[in-house]
């Protein structure tokens, strides 16, 4: 036994083991604790800290707080109705105009592709120039069989400036607007030829039109 030993009672020998025995239990302890709490831990900083894009359902773009349309910009109903509206030159929109015929096609696409649920989607194309619709065109993207509804800019400078506002809000001017019945811009697609891009942009709209019949007038 050494010196120190025989300084210290036992009685305290004791107490002192039973402590560092105590901490060793401890820390045991606290590393279980924290190797079972590590997923959730990590799931947290994922989500608050690093918010991935994962989570996120929709391919076109959502408009937060959604954009209200007018109805007297064009003198058609926009309420009650879900809207596809692009706005492109007929005088730009020749056939060998690839951008253009792109924005037609597809909207014409998507409206077909909703089967059944077609008739509660319109088409609407805005003439921003006025010019006559090439005839080629005119009669692939008619409004009696692909659906679509040619229309003017507004004649009323001030329901014009509106409009072109509306359109062009947060860079989406020359994108596919979706208007809600409300009637509101509520999101908007890029255009694409990307089979892929067109079916993420599909699944939008069915999920829409499947979980959302409020105020509609078919």
């Known amino acids: 036994m050494s010196d120190r030993e025989l300084l210290i009672p036992a009685s305290q020998a004791d107490s002192e083991a039973i402590d560092a025995r105590t901490r060793r239990g401890r820390l045991q302890m606290l590393f279980l604790l924290l190797a079972c709490a590590a997923p959730v831990i990590a799931s947290y900083f994922a989500y608050y800290v690093i918010k991935p894009e994962g989570g996120k359902t929709n ?4 408009v937060q707080p959604a954009q209200e349309a007018n109805d007297a910009w064009f003198g058609v109903p926009l309420k009650g109705k879900w809207t596809l509206l692009v706005a492109r ?23 077909i592709a909703m089967g059944r649920e077609s008739g509660r989607v319109q088409l609407l194309w805005v003439n921003v120039d006025g010019k006559p619709v090439d005839p080629e065109v005119a009669l692939a993207y008619d409004e009696k069989t692909a659906g679509f ?18 359109l062009d809000r947060e860079g989406a001017g020359q994108a596919i607007q979706l208007i809600d019945p409300s009637p509101a811009k509520m999101m908007y697609f890029p255009v694409t030829n990307s089979p892929k891009k067109f079916g993420s942009i599909k699944k939008d709209l069915e999920k829409l039109l499947r979980l959302n019949h409020k105020g509609e007038s078919l």
């Open 149 to 166: 509804r040619v229309l003017l800019l507004p004649t009323d400078p001030k329901l014009k400036v509106e409009f072109q506002k509306w």
């Open 59 to 62: 391919f076109g773009v959502l």
């Open 89 to 111: 030159p007929a005088g730009d929109c020749q056939v060998k105009n690839q951008s253009c015929i792109e924005a037609l096609f597809l909207m014409r696409q998507l409206r």
